[in-house]
């Protein structure tokens, strides 16, 4: 099943510029370079350049997703000791 975030990302190239990713967020490019800074967003700097992985950038916003709520819940684990019995 793909996600919207995936679907959002797709048709993007595996590396991006600092203006694409801005447009991207419909942020600043000021606020990208923050973001990039603070470590928000994963990037690599080749000369005077910053790259962003498509994929990572995609990651990074995922594991900041509101939306775990809406998960199936993991099942409990069932414990082999007898439950505690009632007292009288």
Do not use: C
């Not at 700097?45 to 910053?50: E, I, M, N, P, V």
Request: aromatic letters at 6%.
């Amino acid at each position: 099943m793909t996600s919207r975030l995936d679907e959002l990302f797709d048709d993007l190239p595996k590396r991006l510029s600092v203006p694409e990713v801005a447009e991207l967020l419909a942020i600043t490019k000021k606020g990208v370079y923050q973001w990039i800074h603070q470590g928000v967003i994963p990037a690599y700097k080749l000369g005077a350049s910053w790259i962003i992985l498509r994929d990572e950038l995609r990651d990074a916003i995922a594991s900041g997703s509101n939306l775990t709520h809406l998960l199936p819940a993991a099942p409990a684990e069932h414990s082999q000791s007898k439950p505690p019995e009632p007292e009288p």
